[in-house]
C-alpha cells in the first residue's frame, strides 16, 4: 500500500514539474497607456490614477503586475483565466473604443461595484490587500465618477 502511495505522489510531482513547461500567455502591454484608456480618457487626477492603477488595473486592463506564484502552474493557468473575463468585461484601456451606451453603462456598474463593495474581488484582495478601497477612497472615486460626462 504504502509503496502505491509512494509511486502516486511522484507521479504527481512529476506531471507538476512538466506542467511548469506549459505557461499561458501573459497580460502584459508594458508601455504608455493608448489614448483609449480610460484616465487618458477623462484626465484623471494623479489620487484617482493611483487608486485605480493600484485596485483595478491588474484584471481590467492589457496591463497586469504578475506576483510571483502566478509563474507557476497551475495557479498561473486559474489566474490568467481570471484576467481575461475581468477583461471581457470592462478593460480600461480599450474605454475610448465603447460606444457611448456602452460607456454609459460601463460608468453606472462601475459606481455600482463600488459602492456595494463588489471590487475589487474578496479573493484578490486576500493576496493583494493593499488594493483594498479604503471608505474615503471610495468617496472620492465615486464623486469624480459622478462628475464625468460618459460620452466624451
Same mark, same amino acid.
Given at each position: 500500500m504504502m509503496k502505491i502511495i509512494k509511486k502516486i505522489f511522484f507521479a504527481g510531482i512529476i506531471i507538476l514539474l512538466f506542467l511548469q513547461f506549459f505557461q499561458p500567455a501573459r497580460n502584459m502591454d508594458?508601455?504608455?497607456a493608448p489614448s483609449s484608456d480610460f484616465l487618458q480618457v477623462y484626465k484623471a487626477p494623479i =489620487?484617482? @490614477?493611483?487608486?485605480l492603477l493600484n485596485s483595478c488595473y491588474d484584471c481590467? *486592463? =492589457?496591463?497586469?503586475?504578475?506576483?510571483?506564484y502566478a509563474y507557476i502552474q497551475p495557479v498561473s493557468y486559474f489566474l490568467e483565466k481570471h484576467i481575461n473575463k475581468?477583461? @471581457?468585461?470592462?478593460n480600461f484601456n480599450e474605454w475610448g473604443n465603447y460606444s457611448n451606451r456602452k460607456k454609459e453603462n460601463k460608468l453606472r456598474g462601475i459606481k455600482e461595484q463600488i459602492e456595494n463593495s463588489k471590487m475589487p474581488l474578496p479573493s484578490y484582495l486576500m493576496i493583494h490587500k493593499s488594493a483594498k478601497l479604503s471608505l474615503e477612497e471610495k468617496k472620492v472615486i465615486l464623486?469624480?465618477?459622478? *462628475?464625468?460626462n460618459?460620452?466624451?
Open positions: 508594458k508601455g504608455q =489620487n484617482i @490614477q493611483r487608486i481590467h *486592463s =492589457n496591463n497586469t503586475t504578475y506576483p510571483f475581468g477583461k @471581457q468585461e470592462l464623486r469624480w465618477l459622478d *462628475s464625468i460618459p460620452t466624451e
